[in-house]
């Protein structure tokens, strides 16, 4: 069973940067794709980015591409999100997630409790 930790989360004015990590158990970390999603107030969760378990394939959500960079180190069993630039339309509840089936499965199979990320104007 895969547990997974965020934590990084907090309250930031417009512009500031945040780096958000996940801690995962589990020993066939670098065997899984991992996710960050987010979920505003009244909406539904979305995909913010994604990686592939050796890193080499990355994907962004057009909202966050240019500002947000998801990385990993299979040696800790961690996987970041590093923010930039943020805006208010960044707040949210930022989740971590794994792909146990590879990068193109769509299916997130495990998922963290979620870290707070609140962006004032």
């Known amino acids: 069973q895969v547990q997974l930790v965020e934590s990084g989360g907090g309250l930031v004015q417009v512009g500031d940067s945040l780096r958000l990590s996940c801690a995962a158990s589990g020993r066939s970390f670098s065997s899984y794709a991992m996710g960050w999603f987010r979920q505003a107030p009244g909406k539904e969760r979305e995909v913010v980015a994604k990686?592939?378990?050796?890193?080499?394939?990355?994907y962004y959500a057009d909202s966050v591409k240019g500002r947000f960079t998801i990385s990993r180190d299979n040696a800790e069993n961690t996987v970041s999100l590093q923010m930039n630039s943020l805006k208010p339309e960044d707040t949210a509840v930022y989740y971590c997630?794994?792909?146990?089936?590879?990068?193109?499965?769509?299916?997130?199979?495990?998922w963290g409790q979620g870290t707070q990320v609140t962006v004032s104007s």
């Open positions: 990686i592939s378990g050796g890193a080499r394939v990355k």
């Open positions: 997630a794994t792909f146990s089936q590879g990068y193109y499965d769509n299916t997130p199979d495990h």
